[in-house]
């Protein structure tokens, strides 16, 4: 009896999970984007195969043909886009937890992961239809299959058949097609897992293995045929110019991809304390490295008090820092803090027993580096990607750092961890729906809705929207739309 008690509670707890993200897409505010591809444009490049004018359509000319065609398709309907957010977010979550150890640690950790984003993630990924279409489904099928790669290793798979290989090869050729980055790093996750399985592991290459990187070639194939890609874009400006590409890391990257992450950081520089305490034989070499954690764990949380001193503009950079004594310092001191995680992971875990933690922090660096050579458009959700890797990462120091402790000690972390889950899930559930409310009261500006004017009010919580919730951002034309039409045909 207890057993099965036992076995159902995670099931009963992700149908929990599904249901909060599913209300949860319902209370998205539309915006930006949402309304380009829902309109007009959106209709025009749908029937032209996602192929316009570079002046007109610029960056929303591109091969993305299954993230392009579900923005569109979520846009139009609602139902469907509540229940893609509440199997994604949760897929998502599901595959954290199986990768990190299936205990209630990491479940409730991995849990928490939407809860400490910085705001250019809560608006840009978490509270924006765009923005959740391109970056959750295919990170979530990404994890999916290190899911399967990680039971072959550790000899749970049962056998390797045709329709799993055929599963792993659509699961590459759709992942593949919703934005550029991930549809490389497929690629190089196929051969990185032949490489490793044959001279770590001494396994030969498995089917679903070869179905996986067959299907991630052919994906980059058809992606990258596109003919936008081989016409100068008006859009994305990539360049080698040293100088621009240091400047655009003091000034505005480094912030997005490590200094704003300070939940994470802190809990990294906290367990490598934990860790060093209980590894290190060697009294100077356990001193000096607790020393230089505490040092991080201090300046990474008086950043942030700082900087909460500061304004951003609606892309989430901090202008008025640019070129500042601040941004150097702080630019440098990222660069510092990497070589400290690297020695942390090299020092605390051993490759063939925790290859996980290893390949998250990898991708944490690799999935970092494609943004770097980008002058313009930056934005902060392109190094989401990168942060589910270092948080993934984060919770492996956590459970690492807890398996020296007491039972007593890991309760009552766990009791704590979940009274703070549910308290955030609370909060951004009631700060969105007050953000809802608001938003159904001022669109119902008759100037606004017949294009007259534009909004003149913001929502209460306004990082819980596009663009920090920016005016020009919102559309009259859509709000009409959507305003005439009843419930059922809404969904």
């Not at 000319?61 to 229940?83: C, D, K, Q």
């Not at 909460?308 to 150097?328: E, I, P, R, V």
Request: hydrophobic fraction near 50%; charge should be positive; include cysteine.
């Amino acid at each position: 009896m207890n057993q099965n008690v036992k076995s159902k509670w995670p099931k009963i707890y992700f149908a929990i999970v599904f249901l909060y993200f599913f209300i949860m897409r319902f209370l998205v505010i539309p915006s930006g984007d949402d309304f380009f591809w829902g309109g007009s444009q959106g209709k025009y490049l749908l029937q032209h195969g996602f192929y316009g004018p570079q002046a007109i359509y610029g960056g929303s000319s591109n091969g993305r043909y299954v993230g392009n065609f579900l923005e569109i398709f979520t846009i139009h309907h609602l139902l469907p886009a509540m229940l893609m957010y509440g199997i994604f977010w949760t897929l998502l979550i599901w595959c954290m937890w199986r990768l990190t150890g299936k205990t209630k640690l990491s479940l409730l950790l991995s849990s928490l992961f939407v809860f400490t984003f910085q705001d250019g993630y809560l608006s840009t990924v978490l509270a924006w239809n765009a923005g959740f279409i391109n970056y959750v489904p295919p990170l979530s099928l990404i994890l999916l299959y290190l899911v399967v790669v990680q039971k072959d290793w550790q000899g749970q798979l049962k056998n390797s058949n045709w329709f799993l290989t055929g599963a792993m090869f659509l699961m590459s050729l759709v992942g593949g097609l919703f934005v550029e980055h991930l549809t490389l790093y497929q690629i190089f996750i196929g051969l990185a897992v032949m490489i490793v399985g044959h001279f770590i592991f001494k396994k030969g290459i498995a089917l679903y293995e070869s179905g996986y990187l067959i299907g991630a070639v052919m994906s980059a194939a058809i992606m990258f045929s596109h003919p936008a890609y081989r016409e100068h874009s008006t859009y994305r400006n990539t360049s080698l110019d040293i100088p621009a590409l240091i400047q655009n890391y003091f000034n505005v990257t480094h912030f997005w991809f490590n200094t704003l992450n300070v939940v994470v950081n802190v809990v990294l520089c906290v367990t490598i304390v934990l860790l060093s305490s209980k590894m290190f034989k060697n009294p100077l070499r356990k001193w000096l490295t607790n020393i230089i954690a505490s040092l991080f764990a201090v300046y990474y949380i008086a950043i942030n008090l700082w900087l909460q001193t500061k304004t951003y503009d609606q892309f989430f950079m901090f202008k008025q820092l640019a070129g500042s004594k601040a941004a150097l310092l702080d630019g440098g001191i990222t660069v510092l803090f990497w070589i400290f995680l690297i020695y942390a992971t090299l020092s605390f875990f051993r490759f063939k027993t925790d290859y996980v933690t290893y390949f998250s922090m990898f991708s944490y660096f690799a999935l970092i580096s494609p943004f770097l050579l980008i002058v313009s458009p930056i934005n902060s959700r392109e190094f989401f990607t990168a942060y589910i890797f270092l948080y993934l990462a984060m919770i492996l120091f956590v459970r690492k750092a807890l398996s020296f402790y007491a039972f007593k000690t890991r309760r009552s972390v766990k009791v704590i961890l979940a009274a703070v889950l549910l308290l955030c899930a609370i909060n951004v559930g009631v700060k969105m729906t007050m953000n809802y409310q608001a938003n159904m009261a001022r669109v119902q500006d008759e100037r606004f809705l017949d294009s007259k004017t534009s909004l003149k009010t913001h929502v209460p919580f306004r990082k819980y929207v596009l663009s920090n919730d920016a005016l020009l951002q919102q559309s009259g034309v859509y709000w009409k739309d959507y305003l005439t039409k009843t419930w059922w045909e809404r969904m």
